[in-house]
C-alpha cells in the first residue's frame, strides 16, 4: 500500500509540474493555443483597466434594490473561477460613476 501511495504521490507532483510549466509558457506566449478552427489567436493586446471601464473599491452600502439593473460589474467570484471573464455572467448594480 506505501509503494501505490508513493507511485501516485510523484504522478500528482509531476502533474503539478507538467501544470506549472503549461501555465508559464501560456501566459509568456511561449505556448500558443489554437481555437476549434484550428486557427491561432491574435497576440495579446496589453491594456490598463482605467481605458477600458472603471474601476470601483466594493459595493458598500448596496443593497438588493440596486442590483439587477444599471452598469454591468464583475463579480468577485467571475475572477476567481477562470482565466476570463464571460461578460454573459455579468450582473448590473446602480450607483454613481465618477
Known amino acids: 500500500m506505501d509503494e501505490r501511495i508513493n507511485t501516485q504521490s ?5 502533474l503539478e509540474s507538467l501544470m506549472l510549466s503549461l501555465s508559464q509558457k501560456t501566459f509568456t506566449q511561449q505556448l500558443r ?3 476549434d478552427n484550428g486557427n491561432g489567436f491574435p497576440n495579446w493586446e496589453k491594456k490598463r483597466l482605467g481605458n477600458i ?26 475572477i476567481f473561477k477562470g482565466s476570463k471573464i ?5 450582473d ?3 450607483g454613481k460613476t465618477k
Open 86 to 90: 464571460n461578460s454573459n455572467e455579468f
Open 53 to 78: 471601464g472603471q474601476t470601483f473599491n466594493g459595493l458598500t452600502g448596496k443593497t438588493k434594490v440596486d442590483f439587477g439593473k444599471g452598469k454591468p460589474y464583475i463579480q468577485y467570484m467571475q
Open 33 to 35: 493555443l489554437k481555437n
Open 92 to 94: 448590473y448594480v446602480k
Open 10 to 14: 510523484k504522478i500528482i507532483e509531476n
